[in-house]
């Protein structure tokens, strides 16, 4: 199929996509967007009828008006299947959001929670479909264990130092030897605790196989209050096991369906609860070392991001072509 491919780029992630559907047989062209919100990036100037399927990333560009009205208009009467690949607004209240999930024939979404919340909504064009991991970028390293616990990512931002529940869910951490990767989060967490930068996924893998425990904490960076509190699986819920490391993360069922509580990885219920679960792991490595296997055979086999873009692409041949 002649696909039209549409994104922005972000931490070299992004752009790949159009490379997966490419291993699958398809021809792709590639739009790049300097940003996200920047309107009128793409117009009716940059459509052909002779895409089969347009396909975008980001709900964004339609409630930002990144592809402009006429290009919108262009892509409806040519008639490709018009595809998103897309997560939630964490500022736009999702009443409002859903107007941009309405725009695309199949809105295939990130998180169970949005996908079950849009369906609530009245939407019928939804799909679930997680993130993966790329084979490529995260994989096992033969190196030593230097990180008793370790967290890559950021602070609660639109929170206050005081109200960040990462940052306090790390503070729980210090006496186990927590490691912080996430410039965000300095000055937010206690000082004795070392936060460095990471910015490749190079470096992010190598951390995840230098970790006996990586800490995954799925909080919805919102002030929303239809996210506080909420999880959802972000690409490192995936880059964990399938670098054949050990992972405990925040426990919701989406993320217990596709990594299994106690066979593939830890989930925590509490910071109380968290505290146990480390010093459990670290004391038993035997146990660790063995869920770790499983989940990383489990995450090659099921997780693999093109195995995503393989499966949407079976959506859209069944439903339209």
């Not at 008006?65 to 998103?84: H, M, R, T, Y």
């Not at 993966?132 to 990180?147: C, L, S, V």
């Not at 993320?255 to 106690?262: C, H, I, P, T």
Request: aromatic share 14%.
């Amino acid at each position: 199929m002649k696909i039209l491919y549409i994104t922005h780029e972000y931490g070299n992630r992004w752009i790949k996509y159009a490379t997966f559907l490419r291993q699958l047989g398809h021809k792709v062209d590639l739009i790049t967007l300097k940003d996200k919100r920047s309107p009128d990036q793409v117009t009716a100037k940059q459509y052909s009828s002779k895409y089969d399927i347009v396909w975008v990333f980001a709900a964004d560009y339609i409630w930002y008006k990144v592809l402009s009205d006429d290009f919108i208009d262009a892509v409806k009467n040519g008639q490709p299947v018009f595809i998103g690949y897309c997560t939630l607004s964490t500022k736009i209240p999702f009443k409002d959001w859903v107007n941009s999930y309405k725009v695309f024939d199949t809105c295939f979404l990130h998180s169970k929670l949005v996908t079950d919340m849009a369906k609530a909504a009245g939407l019928t064009n939804v799909h679930y479909m997680p993130y993966g991991f790329d084979i490529d970028e995260y994989y096992k390293i033969n190196i030593k264990k230097k990180y008793n616990v370790s967290f890559v990512g950021s602070a609660q931002t639109n929170k206050s130092p005081e109200d960040d529940i990462r940052a306090q869910i790390i503070n729980a951490l210090k006496g186990f030897g927590i490691r912080v990767f996430g410039k965000s989060l300095k000055g937010r967490i206690d000082k004795s605790i070392k936060v460095s930068s990471i910015s490749t996924h190079r470096e992010m893998n190598k951390v995840y196989n230098q970790s006996k425990i990586n800490l995954n904490i799925p909080l919805i960076n919102s002030l929303l209050p239809e996210f506080i509190n909420k999880y959802h699986p972000k690409n490192r819920f995936y880059e964990i096991p399938g670098s054949g490391n050990f992972m405990i993360s925040g426990y919701a069922d989406e993320f217990n369906e596709q990594f299994n509580n106690n066979i593939h990885c830890g989930y925590y219920n509490n910071i109380d609860d968290l505290c146990s679960k480390v010093e459990y792991y670290l004391t038993h490595e035997k146990e660790r070392r063995d869920m770790s296997l499983a989940g990383y055979n489990h995450a090659l086999k099921y997780h693999q991001t093109i195995f995503r873009f393989r499966d949407m692409i079976n959506i859209i041949k069944e439903k339209y072509l």
